[in-house]
């Protein structure tokens, strides 16, 4: 049981260039999020899912997209890398039907640098 | 609209000594509050959370957080620091009666807590 998986785990890019981050969870969960986290600031939510073939923006959206083709898989992608979108990239999923279990669990992470 | 607080940036204590890390929220509701734990170059770890019941929690690694409705506060404990406890803690929360089902989490700006040899 890997829990949360993400690929790669580095990666510098330069500015225009894309790229999809992927993420993967065999927790049978439904819900999938994708977060950016810089210092200062905390976790700051770009996307999620709630099921297969659904997506949604969080709270800083802009200059990415998400596709949730597979239940166990989550894609962040970015189609025109800019140095704004230099963080760490973090996947996090949960489920369950019951009261208390909203826990998410998270990846190790991408370190991104964009020149 | 939910929010969290983490107002110290940074916790200083010596091991051996208690440890409190601070956290206030904003919820229209009843909350579901959380905290985690990221060492350096890793993903965040869960620790503990509060439902519902027992004003007090306890977590993994001898850690405890105490909900205090009236002050709208959930502070993180642990009666005797390890160096090994030095890492960066983020507490967050969901308002219970949320509309929608994405069960989104806010999070805090993060304390790191250096225990001190």
């Known amino acids: 049981n890997a829990g949360v998986t993400q690929t790669p785990k580095f990666r510098v890019l330069k500015t225009g260039q894309s790229m999809t981050l992927l993420c993967a969870q065999d927790?049978?969960?439904?819900?999938m999020y994708w977060y950016r986290q810089d210092p200062g600031m905390g976790l700051r939510l770009i996307h999620y899912?709630?099921?297969?073939?659904?997506?949604a923006k969080g709270e800083v959206p802009d200059g990415y997209n998400v596709s949730r083709l597979k239940k166990q898989n989550f894609l962040l992608g970015l189609e025109s890398a800019a140095p704004s979108q230099t963080s760490v990239y973090f996947c996090?999923?949960?489920?369950?039907?019951?009261?208390?279990?909203?826990?998410?669990?998270f990846g190790p992470g991408t370190r991104l640098t964009v020149l | 609209a939910q929010s969290v607080a983490q107002p110290e940036d940074q916790v200083n204590v010596a091991e051996g000594n208690p440890l409190t890390v601070k956290c206030t929220y904003s919820?229209?509701?009843?909350?579901?509050l959380f905290w985690y734990v990221q060492y350096p170059n890793r993903g965040l770890q869960f620790l503990l959370k509060?439902?519902?019941?027992?004003?007090l929690v306890k977590g993994s690694y001898g850690f405890e957080a105490e909900f205090n409705k009236s002050q709208t506060s959930f502070h993180l404990k642990k009666p005797s620091a390890l160096v090994s406890d030095s890492a960066l803690y983020f507490c967050a929360v969901r308002d219970r009666g949320s509309s929608g089902s994405a069960r989104q989490l806010t999070f805090g700006s993060g304390t790191q807590l250096t225990v001190l040899p």
């Open positions: 899912s709630v099921g297969e073939g659904t997506t």
């Open positions: 919820v229209s509701g009843n909350p579901y």
């Open positions: 509060y439902i519902t019941g027992d004003n």
């Open positions: 927790m049978n969960h439904e819900y």
């Open positions: 996090a999923s949960t489920g369950g039907q019951g009261i208390g279990t909203d826990t998410q669990y």
